[in-house]
């Protein structure tokens, strides 16, 4: 089981909270804090395990992440899952992520927190594994993006126009962590149909 | 309408959308917390709006502040209406919301059974998988009892993507719906071969995560699975497979030797490492399981060990990491594979990587040996003074007490060594293991005697320095060795250099910044000192020095006696009393160190922590039954009892023996055995082969170990332990040089023979006074009860959550095994209701009361045991009865599809608004009982309804023989058992114990539904209590409202069209007016006291039906006004629908 999701960047700042065990939202905060300051002292060359300890669960339970570029992924998961196809999932999921949003960077997932959501909830189902298969994934949400804009999409058009004026206002900032020169050499990892 | 439209998204153009919102945080970053603050504020007003996309705009907003930390469950009511949604994007968001903030404890969560319900049984796949996903975070126990159908029907999905999130879900259904495990799980085994790759490994993933918690009841599926393991090629699956199989085997060796071949096979074949090292994984767990050690799969480990060694090596940390991890599970059984392989673990030590260090060092405990401890102690030591992360040297700490203490300090051939190592560790600062240490530092202190002296002695010396003290900020820091400190000084006092240092030391002023708990074993330990300072002056004559030193006690003790905690002040007033005491009978010239000293005679034994648990229950004495009147409520019960017990193990610090001769110990230990023969309450030990210690009760028969050492004992100061590892070298040295030399001599072989032998525990030796010129050391086992059984179940955890899911999954399912499909809470038909003791049992467990809690837990316990033990007869009872009324029901799971369409009927009780409501209602009260009572009707029973009665005990006197009866009507009569008159009252199947109460349920059957009904009755009783028995009537009404009648029946709104088109229903309407309560709530009431379900709702409008137990159509159209609300009705029997609206203005009057 997976019990918990983590997206945050290089300073701590929380991208993606996914819990799979109620937690109150202090103690999110916290396990998000104290998993940051874990994994941040760590060098990128050393390995992507490690033990969550007193955070989540207990000793059951494992912190396994990936650094791309400004974005840290974290999962924790309990021993029933496998480290390295964990490892695996993560690389899928950064992989939909960068298609779904063309050359995915830190920005997307600031302004879509909804759609980063809607796109692991095809990957990962109340803490257990759903899909793996990347092409899969993409298509189920493809499809469900042509739903949602057959309905109209929940900013109709004059608020679209509304926000592209509001957007003159946008601060400066990093663009397109492209994932291509990020890959953390996995060994032989993508095996999984 | 038009105008309204338009207006409406002009103003939406200003609302912010999630982008608007991130946006601005970002911009005000100084005052962050103020702009959100004023955000939500903003969306409080969004959320009163009545446009369903603004109100998604504002609960996809909140999703995003609830990632930052703002609780968001205030809103959980707006929650739901997005989800209810028609949309898919705006009900997306709502349940990715849910999903965030909804929890077992929301209480709104209730109402979304039947739209969740709805969303499952959708047209659009979308719309059920946005359910599903929603669902598997926030189940509870009623949704999942209520959907547990639903789902399972939905495994058979046509479309695989929501069979694989349908399979998945089943998951946390059996979590939380143990019973729906059974009745489920053929169609989940099913799904293992579905031709849906997806389908097929997310049932892999399920029944993993089953057998994972409770594996024996899965071994039958591994033929399946290994047949799934050879023709898989999915990794993931195949990953999981593989995972599963190594949680089996310990169960079933014989599925171990099937399985070698093929996973050596794949672990040479693949080139996956994530495979590989699963493979490599499960051949160990086999290779564990088939302990036996067959030649043959020597060839096996060498295998994985080499493989695993490859992993060690590989640049790729990760891989390193895994193959230490692997490493640690061959150590356990195969330590000599693991050990040939010590360089490249030591090596790993120095990696620059924590984990990996940590998991090197997991690797380091099997690799200890007698020859080597020293050695990589040392080595570790000089670890922790390069650590500069305090978790990694607190780890670092902890694996070397581990190591060293491991079997019950098996390898240390040196205690004063160790006792040095202690000491250095106590340098570190800021350390968590203060605790740790002290723990060690009085285990050893107390159970290896020949140490005491040398033990003091350091323990002197570490109270003297003072730089723990001054680190006292922390609790369970490094202090926590003062603690040991203090009480190895006091309790062995006599083995004190210079006692009164150390009693200087121990009542500085300092003293008193230290955490209360231990200044109070300083407090304690105080006074042993002083008594035997006294001792040795009055033996010597010194008056005056023994004077002075009560002089001291007298000036010091006061600063304790103002301490701010309890203990320490109790401990050190009461002391400073005694000494005053003392001194003045000092002044007197009368000799008092005798008597003080008495005061902490006696030896201390150390005790095994599992001995008190291990007392066994004597015969004849029922821990379950109550001695008082059972508490009402027990809530602080629990902070109570740990206040008592907190301060334990000073308790320790009590007895003390001075050296006593041979002959008072023969003396005691007779008047002892005496005592005990005479005591008729003292439990003898029954002479058992296996226990020989315990025929022995005294202290001095206590089995001791020797060690023989032949290191001098005096080290002065704080040694390093380096030197140790020096003298123990010359030492072996030495004894090989002796061994060499003296091969031949027989005496010397004889020495060689017990140093093999020299841990058993079944080497008892006479008494300590045969201390031979070498050293000996002698390790205590520790005390445990008579009778005491050796048993291991004592790590089971009684709240594991899992352990509900471990049941029988091979047993074929009995009839009464079936997912509750939506029905109303129903009896069964036609039987009377003293059979029903069994339904009765379950049903009881959804009302949860406070008061019968204790009485409940009890009761759930007997159901389990009921279900672990299958009593025959119970099943057989429920076959019965299934077989006379459930033929109706035996096929009551529609088809995929059907049910989509169909109209689905839905629990009445789940539509529950904020304020909870409860269809019970009062029926009678008097002092001795209090009835309350629901009328339950089903569709499948047209001419019969089930009263539901809770009878709750309020008196102190015992109920029994109560009995019901009705004065039968027309048109309504109570089933009586067979053979009995009209006038007969029903049995009530139960005894109510005081304060208890319980379900009882009886069956009417009528014959017209259109009119309301009034029912007298009576319910007579026997109370029972202390005086007698007095026998007890209480008269009541029983009201059958025409609401009772109605089955709550979802319809859709095509349906709903149609029913009304055809024309053949007449009509009546009702207003009602001054009302304040909101239109949510109000169709919320509606809904659950009248069994109307809402058909469709737009702004303050709503349709909704419901239908009778005969079939009758009922329409009704809500409007809400002003202050008053309208209800237009429809029915296919006017009276009927006179009268359901006549109720109806009753409920709407309350608003």
Known sequence: ?193 | MALKMVKGSIDRMFDKNLQDLVRGIRNHKEDEAKYISQCIDEIKQELKQDNIAVKANAVCKLTYLQMLGYDISWAAFNIIEVMSASKFTFKRIGYLAASQCFHEGTDVIMLTTNQIRKDLSSPSQYDTGVALTGLSCFVTSDLARDLANDIMTLMSHTKPYIRKKAVLIMYKVFLKYPESLRPAFPRLKEKLEDPDPGVQSAAVNVICELARRNPKNYLSLAPLFFKLMTCSTNNWVLIKIIKLFGALTPLEPRLGKKLIEPLTNLIHSTSAMSLLYECVNTVIAVLISLSSGMPNHSASIQLCVQKLRILIEDSDQNLKYLGLLAMSKILRTHPKSVQAHKDLILQCLDDKDESIRLRALDLLYGMVSKKNLMEIVKKLMTHVDKAEGTTYRDELLTKIIDICSQSNYQYITNFEWYISILVELTRLEGTRHGHLIAAQMLDVAIRVKAIRKFAVSQMSALLDSGHLVASSTQRNGICEVLYAAAWICGEFSEHLQEPHQTLEAMLRPKVTTLPGHIQAVYVQNVVKLYASILLQKEQAGETEAAQEVTQVMVERLPQFVQSADLEVQERASCILQLVKHVQKLQAKAVPVAEELSALFAGELNPVAPKAQKKVPVPEGLDLDTWINEPPSDSESEDEKSKTIFREEEQKHTQHRQPEVDEAELARRREARKQEQANNPFYIKSSPSPQKRYQDAPGVEHIPVVQIDLSVPLKVPGLPTSDQYVKLEEERRHQQRLEKDKKKKRKREREREKKGKHRRQRSLPTESEEDIAPAQQVDIVTEEMPENALPSDEDDKDPNDPYRALDVDLDRPLADSEKLPVQKHRNAETSKSPQKEDVPLVEKKSKKPKKKEKKHREREKEREKEEQRKPSRHKKQHRKEKAGRSKGKKAKQQPPTCAEAAGPVENGAAEEEPLPPMSSYCLLAENAYIKMTYDIQASLQKESQVTVSIILENQSSSFLKNMELNVLDSLNTKMARPEGSSVHDGVPVPFQLPPGVSNEAQFVFTIQSIVMAQKLKGTLSFIAKDAEGATHEKLDFRLHFSCSAYLVTTPCYSDAFAKLLESGDLSMSSIKVDGISMSFQNLLAKICFHHHFSVVERVDSCASMYSRSIQGHHVCLLVKKGEKSVSVDGKCSDSTLLGNLLEEMQVTLAQC
């Open chain 1, 1 to 193: 089981m997976i019990q918990a999701i983590l997206v945050f960047n290089n300073h701590g700042k929380p991208r993606l909270v996914r819990f799979y065990q109620r937690f109150p939202e202090e103690i999110q905060q916290q396990i998000v804090r104290e998993t940051f300051h874990l994994v941040l002292k760590r060098d990128d060359n050393i390995c992507n395990f490690l033990e969550g300890g007193s955070l989540i669960g207990g000793s059951d339970y494992k912190l396994i992440y990936r650094h791309y570029a400004t974005l840290y992924f974290v999962f924790c998961v309990d021993s029933s899952e496998s480290e390295l196809g964990i490892l695996d999932l993560i690389q899928v999921f950064v992989e939909t992520l960068d298609k779904c949003f063309e050359n995915v960077c830190e920005l997307d997932l600031i302004f879509h927190m909804d759609k980063v959501h809607y796109i692991l909830q095809e990957v990962v189902m109340g803490g257990m594994v759903l899909e793996t298969n990347m092409n899969e994934i993409v298509a189920q949400i493809e499809a469900q993006n042509r739903l949602e804009k057959s309905e109209g999409g929940l900013s109709a058009a004059p608020a679209r126009a509304v926000s592209a004026v509001k957007n003159i206002n946008l601060p400066e900032i990093p663009r397109n962590i492209n994932l291509g020169d990020l890959n953390i050499k996995v060994p032989n990892l993508s095996q999984f149909v």
